[in-house]
C-alpha cells in the first residue's frame, strides 16, 4: 500500500481517533502521515502523544508521521482519507435533546439519530458537515471520506447536500454485533466453535440504526427458518426487568439481549440488524415507559451518566498496556486499505440510494451492503423486505429528509414538521410546539470558551 495521508476531524477525540489509531498501528502495511484536526485545539495535541505512544508500544514507531494542526484548511489539502467523528457541542448540549423530551413524557433510549433528540442533534452537526464537504471539495476534492458522526444518515447526506460529487460513506458497527449474535446461536444450534461473524451472511436492508436482516446463512446453510422459530418462542420474552436493573445498577447501558429486533421478526417478518437500544427510538411502541422497557431488558443512556463519562475521557491519561492493538472489530483501516487497493472488502456502508434500495427514493443515504476495492464502491441490491418493514423505514427515511432540507435551507418551519412526525413525537400538537421551541434554544450549538 503507497503512503496515505489521513486527515481525522475531530482528532481530539478519546474514542474513535484512539481506536482508528491502534488499527494503524497493528495493521504493518499502512504508513504515511496522520493529521488531527480538532476545534479544541489542545486535545488535538494531546492526542499527538498519543498517537506517538500507541505507535511506540506497538512497536510501529516511524510509520505514520503524526502531527496536529490548527487550521482546517491546512489540515485538508491534499490529504487522500478524511475521517469525520465529531462531537457537535459540548456534551451538555444534549441536555435539550434527551432531558426537555422527558419532561413532556417523550422517552429515548439513545436520542442522538432519531426522535426530538436526534433532530437537534442534527441541527447542531449538518451546518458544520455542509461546511466540511465545502471544504473537502476546495482542499482535497479525490479524498475519500468515511463518516463516524451521527445522527449518521443525515450527516453522511449533508456532505452529499453541499458536495454531490464527495466520495463518502457512514461507517457504524452496529450490524457487527447483530451477526456476532447469530454466530453465537449458530454455535448453539449445531454444536460448533463460535464462527467468527464475519462468517454469517446476511442480507441488509433499511437506514442508519434501523436495518433488518431478510436473509441469513452460514457454510450455506439457511439460518432464518431457525431465527423465526427462536423469534416465535414466547420463552423468550419473559421478563427481564431484573436484568435491566442489574444493567443499571452495573452502569451497563449499552447491554441488550435482541429482543426488540426479534419481536420485529415475529410481527414484521424481519430480523432488527442493530441494538436494541437504537431499534426501539425508531416505533413508539416500546418507550412508553421505562418499566415496559425493563421487560425487554434495555435500558436508557442517563444524561448525566453522559457528561461524567465525557469528563472522564477528556481527563484520561492511557496506559501502555490500554493502547496494545490487537484485531479490531471496527473497520475504518479495512476500508481505507481496500479503497487504495491493498484488498477487498464485502461490508455493511451508507451510501446514496443507487437502487441497492429499492423502496426508497434514489439519493437518500441508505444502508445495506456493498463490496469495497480499489478506488470504487458497488453497493449490493438488497432484497426486498415486507411490507410492514418498507413502511417503517419509508417514514424514518423521510423525516430525515424534511430535517435535511430544512436546515439545509435554514428553514424552521420545516424543521417543526419534521419533528412532529417522528413516531416518538407523540403529544398534542400545542405541547410539541412548546417542547420544539425549548428545545431550539437549549439544545443549539455552544463550545467551552477558551
Same mark, same amino acid.
Given at each position: 500500500m503507497k503512503k496515505t495521508t489521513i486527515c481525522i476531524i475531530g482528532g481530539g477525540s478519546r474514542l474513535w481517533a484512539i481506536q482508528f489509531m491502534k488499527d494503524l498501528a497493528f495493521n504493518t502495511m499502512t504508513e504515511g502521515t496522520l493529521i488531527l484536526y480538532d476545534i479544541d485545539k489542545q486535545a488535538a495535541k494531546n492526542n499527538v502523544q498519543v498517537a506517538n505512544q500507541i505507535?511506540?508500544?506497538? $512497536? =510501529?514507531?516511524? @510509520?505514520?508521521?503524526?502531527?496536529?494542526r490548527s487550521d482546517i484548511k491546512d489540515a485538508l489539502t491534499g490529504v487522500d482519507l478524511v475521517i469525520l467523528s465529531i462531537e457537535p457541542g459540548l456534551t451538555e448540549c444534549r441536555y435539550g435533546d434527551l432531558v426537555l423530551p422527558e419532561e413532556y413524557g417523550i422517552l429515548q433510549s439513545v436520542g442522538d439519530?432519531? +426522535?426530538?433528540?436526534?433532530?437537534? @442533534?442534527a441541527r447542531r452537526a449538518l451546518p458544520l458537515f455542509f !461546511?466540511?464537504?465545502?471544504? %473537502?471539495?476546495?482542499?482535497?476534492p479525490n479524498a475519500w471520506v468515511i463518516n463516524y458522526t451521527n445522527p449518521m444518515t443525515l450527516c453522511t447526506a449533508a456532505l452529499y447536500?453541499?458536495?454531490? !460529487?464527495?466520495?463518502?460513506?457512514?461507517?457504524?458497527?452496529?450490524?457487527?454485533?447483530t451477526e456476532t449474535f447469530i454466530a453465537e446461536k449458530v454455535a448453539q444450534w449445531y454444536g460448533v466453535p463460535q464462527p467468527d461473524r464475519r462468517d454469517i451472511h446476511i442480507d441488509l436492508t433499511g437506514v442508519n440504526h434501523f436495518t433488518f436482516v431478510t436473509r441469513a446463512s452460514w457454510n450455506g446453510i439457511d439460518l432464518m427458518p431457525k431465527l423465526k422459530e427462536l423469534?416465535? $418462542? &414466547?420463552? %423468550? /420474552?419473559? !421478563?427481564?426487568?431484573?436484568?435491566?436493573?442489574? @444493567?443499571?445498577?452495573?452502569?451497563?447501558?449499552?447491554?441488550?439481549?435482541?429482543?426488540?429486533?426479534? =419481536?420485529?421478526l415475529r410481527d414484521? +417478518?424481519?430480523?432488527?440488524?442493530? +441494538? !436494541? @437500544?437504537?431499534?426501539?427510538?425508531?416505533? &413508539?411502541?416500546?418507550?412508553?415507559t421505562d418499566e415496559q422497557l425493563w421487560k425487554l431488558g434495555v435500558v436508557r443512556t442517563p444524561y448525566q451518566w453522559r457528561i461524567t463519562k465525557a469528563k472522564e475521557k477528556k481527563e484520561k491519561v492511557f496506559k501502555d498496556e490500554e493502547l496494545k492493538a490487537s484485531p479490531s472489530d471496527e473497520e475504518g483501516v479495512d476500508i481505507m486499505r481496500s479503497l487504495f487497493g491493498d484488498r477487498t472488502l464485502l461490508t455493511n456502508i451508507n451510501r &446514496?440510494?443507487?437502487?441497492?434500495?429499492? /423502496?426508497? &427514493?434514489?439519493?437518500?443515504?441508505?444502508? =445495506?451492503?456493498?463490496?469495497? =476495492?480499489?478506488n470504487s464502491i458497488r453497493p449490493i441490491v438488497a432484497t426486498d423486505p415486507p411490507l410492514g418493514i418498507q413502511n417503517l423505514v419509508r417514514r424514518v427515511s423521510d423525516v430525515q429528509q424534511m430535517t435535511l432540507d430544512a436546515l439545509y435551507q435554514d428553514d424552521t418551519d420545516l424543521l417543526f414538521t419534521a419533528f412532529i412526525s417522528d413516531p416518538l413525537v407523540n #403529544?398534542? #400538537? +400545542?405541547?410539541?410546539r412548546e417542547l420544539f421551541d425549548k428545545m431550539l434554544k437549549a439544545s443549539q450549538i455552544r463550545y467551552e470558551k477558551t
Open positions: 505507535f511506540k508500544v506497538n $512497536n =510501529s514507531e516511524g @510509520r505514520f508521521k503524526v502531527e496536529a439519530t432519531t +426522535g426530538p433528540g436526534g433532530i437537534m @442533534r !461546511d466540511f464537504a465545502k471544504r %473537502i471539495k476546495q482542499c482535497c447536500k453541499a458536495f454531490p !460529487d464527495i466520495k463518502a460513506l457512514g461507517c457504524c458497527h452496529e450490524v457487527f454485533h423469534a416465535e $418462542n &414466547p420463552k %423468550i /420474552y419473559e !421478563d427481564k426487568t431484573e436484568t435491566a436493573k442489574q @444493567r443499571i445498577a452495573k452502569e451497563k447501558w449499552f447491554e441488550c439481549d435482541q429482543l426488540v429486533a426479534l =419481536s420485529f414484521f +417478518g424481519a430480523l432488527g440488524a442493530a +441494538g !436494541d @437500544r437504537h431499534l426501539s427510538e425508531f416505533v &413508539p411502541w416500546f418507550l412508553a &446514496p440510494n443507487e437502487g441497492q434500495i429499492t /423502496y426508497l &427514493p434514489l439519493g437518500r443515504i441508505v444502508e =445495506s451492503n456493498g463490496f469495497i =476495492s480499489n #403529544i398534542p #400538537i +400545542g405541547k410539541a
